[in-house]
């Protein structure tokens, strides 16, 4: 007599060319501004998507954090704006068999070098970092989780141009593994301001 299969994780389903009228809009790149902050001041991680015992995930639930992030009290998140359309999030398998994980690889440049941009470059060095990127089609997606933050790596770095029509710029590029592909959707506007009130 045949057993009963294992209650699958993730229920499958038939997955169309449009899930809805939303999904015929098509546009690339990311929004010219990214949220960024230290990840020892995050109060609370979203979780990895897990079903019940009576309900296997369906295909959105298990490509989305389980859950906000929050700042712990007086902490916030802060905007980081670079030129737009010279930025690109890459989102890549990585990984030996039986130890895939995906590879989140942010990559922005911001014309004309500054002071300021040094500062903040000195001041994310080494650090442990949690970053919200969104998209021009509206999702957003969260680099940094409790075990794995995201990090500043290196870059093409900064660079003056040579001919006049060249680009005076900075280049910055960010990591972080992810176990899974997943997504955010959770509330981006209150983390910029201090958590527990302050700020108002």
Known sequence: MATKPTQPCIQLADLMPAMN??????RAGVVSEILFGYAEEVATWPELPAPDS?????????????????????CNMYKFAF???QAELK????????????????????????KEVFGFLNALKGRNLVIIVSDKNGN??????????????????????????????Q?????YYCPRYLMYDGDTEALLKPAGGGGD
């Open 21 to 26: 009228c939303v999904d015929l809009d098509n």
């Open 54 to 74: 009576e309900t296997p995930l369906t295909f959105a639930e298990a490509g989305i954090w389980d859950g906000p992030l929050t700042m712990a009290n007086g």
């Open 83 to 85: 030129t737009d359309e």
């Open 91 to 114: 989102i890549s398998e990585s990984g030996e068999t039986g130890g895939e994980s995906v590879l989140f690889e942010l990559t922005v440049s911001r014309a004309r070098l500054q």
């Open 140 to 169: 957003k997606y969260l680099m940094g989780d409790k075990l794995s933050p995201a990090r500043k790596v290196a870059g093409d770095g900064s660079t003056t141009g040579k001919a006049a029509t060249d680009l005076n710029q």
């Open 171 to 175: 280049s910055i590029k960010f990591q």
